[in-house]
T-cell receptor
Framework: AQTVTQSQPEMSVQEAETVTLSCTYD???????LFWYKQPPSRQMILVIR??????QNATENRFSVNFQKAAKSFSLKISDSQLGDTAMYFC??????????????FGTGTRLTIIP | DSGVTQTPKHLITATGQRVTLRCSPR?????VYWYQQSLDQGLQFLIQ???????AKGNILERFSAQQFPDLHSELNLSSLELGDSALYFC???????????????FGEGSRLTVL
């Protein structure tokens, strides 16, 4: 079974600074997907970024980027120029290779990020 | 707006009662997933349906059951409710018919259940 570990329960950073959230995972699969989801106070789950394990290039989405280290089974999220709207719970998640009708996500316990004005 | 609709948004009930949570997936999506999020915890996978059939089961209690109907909407039934069942229940959908699978799940806004 896959496991996802987020070792930072809470973090805070000043607005406009850069912050990195850590995530490690354990799997015997060679191909898989990794995700970061954001859950703001509204409780809606919002996809931030996705990484396919067979792609060596780290994914980026505007101010969000990842550092994917496959051998170390590490998948950290970097938020640059942090904004007040980035305040949220952030969940790292793992998925086996997507096949028709099988996209179960395994989530970490989350990191509560607070952006300080 | 993810396109996934969950009802009700909030529900308050008493111990021992039974409730039904409803989920309408995105148009064209064949898979529905149910997750439970207890207070300030991560999301725990409960069960998945694909095109009407159960595909995967997680840590779902025997007091809970689910089904997916021919129109692809799904219901999660929770019975003999206990205080510990109070949580946010999310539905997510994926696997749009005839579309390459990207692995992305689309989440509804959740149904918050409070058991008193």
């Amino acid at each position: 079974a896959q496991t996802v570990t987020q070792s930072q329960p809470e973090m805070s950073v000043q607005e406009a600074e850069t912050v990195t959230l850590s995530c490690t995972y354990d799997t015997s699969e060679s191909n898989y997907y990794l995700f970061w989801y954001k859950q703001p106070p509204s409780r809606q789950m919002i996809l931030v970024i996705r990484q396919e394990a067979y792609k060596q290039q780290n994914a980026t989405e505007n101010r969000f980027s990842v550092n994917f280290q496959k051998a170390a089974k590490s998948f950290s999220l970097k938020i640059s120029d942090s904004q007040l709207g980035d305040t949220a719970m952030y969940f790292c998640a793992f998925m086996k290779p997507p096949a028709a009708g099988n996209e179960k996500l395994t989530f970490g316990t989350g990191t509560r990020l607070t952006i300080i004005p | 707006d993810s396109g996934v609709t969950q009802t009700p948004k909030h529900l308050i009930t008493a111990t021992g009662q039974r409730v039904t949570l409803r989920c309408s997936p995105r148009s064209g999506d064949l898979s529905v997933y149910w997750y439970q999020q207890s207070l300030d915890q991560g999301l725990q996978f409960l069960i998945q349906y694909y095109n009407g059939e159960e595909r995967a089961k997680g840590n779902i209690l025997e007091r809970f059951s689910a089904q997916q109907f021919p129109d692809l909407h799904s219901e999660l039934n929770l019975s003999s409710l206990e205080l510990g069942d109070s949580a946010l229940y999310f539905c997510a959908s994926s696997a749009e018919r005839d579309t390459p699978n990207t692995g992305e799940l689309f989440f509804g806004e959740g149904s918050r259940l409070t058991v008193l």
